[in-house]
């Protein structure tokens, strides 16, 4: 999408793209301009790497846009892409990949939560290793965030791969570099609910983590709060996974056995101790029980019904306003 502008003899050299969304960032771009670019630095010095920068506006409504195309102006190896409104860090990573020429690709939060001056060990690592595709980081320890988010999140780990074939790395996070053919790959799937997790482990080819501590953000606060963070887990296991479907027939058919065996028992007792009516309140609980669960088997085939009809809408993951 872009021209690359690599500076005069340089041009055989590699190009790393770094991807980074931004919603309401305006107080870390700077500083994350800042640190990445000593990484930059230390790309181009010892790896003869180039960078360039994708920043992707998520439809942010402070000056986010104002700084990057200040710093586009001053640096040509910056690049922005600007949606028309919010689209979700999801489609940003996407625009982003998208836009990126690179030979190496990688995706950062612009809080600083995913340290740049970990790049030159990934690139090195490809470099050395031609049979991996992709070096991941996946932090250590939760430590920083609130108890009771990290016992769901673990419990959605442990939920969704039990049921998806696709693995889903606890701890994994969306901080990657990739090769270009892991890239796209990755921009081969089309579809809308991007659970990218999923997406970057469906794609195969070999993936190397790297562990580090959590690192609190840099400054501003962040957009996740527990509604949007159960949303997410939603997506996650709808998107990956088949199992809750099945499970709806299965907790289905086990009932009709169980009706099936309670008929026969009132039956008998019928014809051999006469039918007093008794037993309305434990009529109730059951009749409530049954309703429960037909409404609960119904919700789940309505969230992929949703999803399907999301979906075959077909409509683009995002709308640009503006790049440059
Ligand atoms: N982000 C985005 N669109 C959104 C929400 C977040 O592009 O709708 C970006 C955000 O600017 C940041 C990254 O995604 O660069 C991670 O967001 P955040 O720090 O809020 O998430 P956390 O680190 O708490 O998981
Ligand atoms: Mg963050």
Partial sequence: MYEQEIPGDAAHERVLSIVVPCYNEE?????????????????????????????????????????????????????????????????????????????????????????????????????????????????????????????????????????????????????????????????????????????????????HYISYENVERAAGKSKWNFLSLLKYSIEGIVGFSIVPLVFSSIIGLLFCLLAFAGIVFVVVRAMMFGDPVAGWPSMICVILLMGGLQLFSLGVLGEYLAKTYIESKDRPIYVVAEEG
């Fill in 27 to 207: 107080e870390s771009i700077p500083l994350f301009y800042r640190e990445t670019r000593k990484a930059a630095n230390e790309l181009r010095q010892r790896l003869r790497v180039q960078v360039e920068y994708v920043f992707v506006d998520d439809g942010s409504t402070d000056s986010t846009l104002d700084i990057l195309k200040k710093l586009r102006a001053q640096d040509k190896q910056v690049h922005y892409v600007s949606f028309s409104r919010n689209f979700g860090k999801e489609s940003a990573l996407y625009a982003g990949l998208r836009a990126a020429n690179g030979d190496f690709v990688a995706t950062l939060d612009a809080d600083l939560q995913d340290p740049p001056s970990l790049l030159p060990q990934m690139i090195e690592f490809l470099d050395g290793h031609a049979d991996y595709d992709c070096v991941a980081t996946r932090r250590e320890t939760r430590r920083g965030e609130p108890i009771v988010r990290s016992f769901f999140a673990r419990m959605f780990y442990r939920i969704i791969n039990r049921m998806s074939e696709t693995e889903i790395v606890d701890g994994a996070r969306d901080f990657r570099c990739m090769t270009r053919r892991f890239v796209d790959a990755v921009l081969s799937l089309k579809e809308v609910n991007r659970f990218s997790k999923g997406i970057f482990s469906w794609v195969g080819f070999k993936t």
